[in-house]
T-cell receptor, first 108, second 113 residues
């Protein structure tokens, strides 16, 4: 089955700086890669996803890149704001195998 | 994701007791899922269902059971065979089981007395 590794487990950045979270996956057949944001005590919410036929996707301050050859994908958040503080999960495959999460803290 | 609900918000289980977590959606989604979330371990798939009266085991199905008698409902029973049930349980749904976005419910936190 699919195995997804996510790094780092915790990340602190100054407000206004960029944050990057990386994930690797094992199943070369995986073709769907969403990112979810989960605030404390709340449900995960989809923030961006990418499918295997594209290499990059942007939505305002958030972007995701995919390298299918290397089997890794990354979340990029630019101009970080305090409300970006949360746990972020990557996932791969149609059945959604999740990474272990990254706790992002934005320092004002 | 406002169209998917879970109840109760908190649930307490006594030793040897079976408990059932409710999940309902009014999004007309075909597929529904149950995940367990433990600290530092992300979300792990317990069961999923692509269609009424059919469901499949996920990665950690032991000690759990589900039913899918209606499209809108996918209840999860945590049986007494599940020895470590304390966790945050999340239900999700998607249009179908494919490359579709999953929408999550608000979750149920299960605690053992």
């Amino acid at each position: 089955g699919e195995n997804v590794e996510q790094h780092p487990s915790t990340l602190s950045v100054q407000e206004g700086d960029s944050a990057v979270i990386k994930c690797t996956y094992s199943d070369s057949a995986s073709n769907y890669f969403p990112w979810y944001k989960q605030e404390l005590g709340k449900r995960p919410q989809l923030i961006i996803d990418i499918r295997s036929n594209v290499g990059e996707k942007k939505d305002q301050r958030i972007a995701v890149t995919l390298n299918k050859t290397a089997k890794h994908f990354s979340l990029h958040i630019t101009e970080t704001q305090p409300e970006d503080s949360a746990v972020y999960f990557c996932a791969a495959n149609e059945k959604l195998t999740f990474g272990t999460g990254t706790r992002l803290t934005i320092i004002p | 994701d406002g169209g998917i609900t879970q109840s109760p918000k908190y649930l307490f289980r006594k030793e040897g007791q079976n408990v059932t977590l409710s999940c309902e959606q009014n999004l007309n989604h075909d597929a529904m899922y149950w995940y367990r979330q433990d600290p530092g371990q992300g979300l792990r798939l317990i069961y999923y269902s692509q269609i009424v009266n059919d469901f499949q085991k996920g990665d950690i199905a032991e000690g759990y059971s589900v039913s899918r008698e209606k499209k809108e409902s996918f209840p999860l029973t945590v049986t007494s065979a599940q020895k470590n049930p304390t966790a945050f349980y999340l239900c999700a749904s998607s249009m179908n089981k494919g490359r579709e976005t999953q929408y999550f419910g608000p979750g149920t936190r299960l605690l053992v007395l």
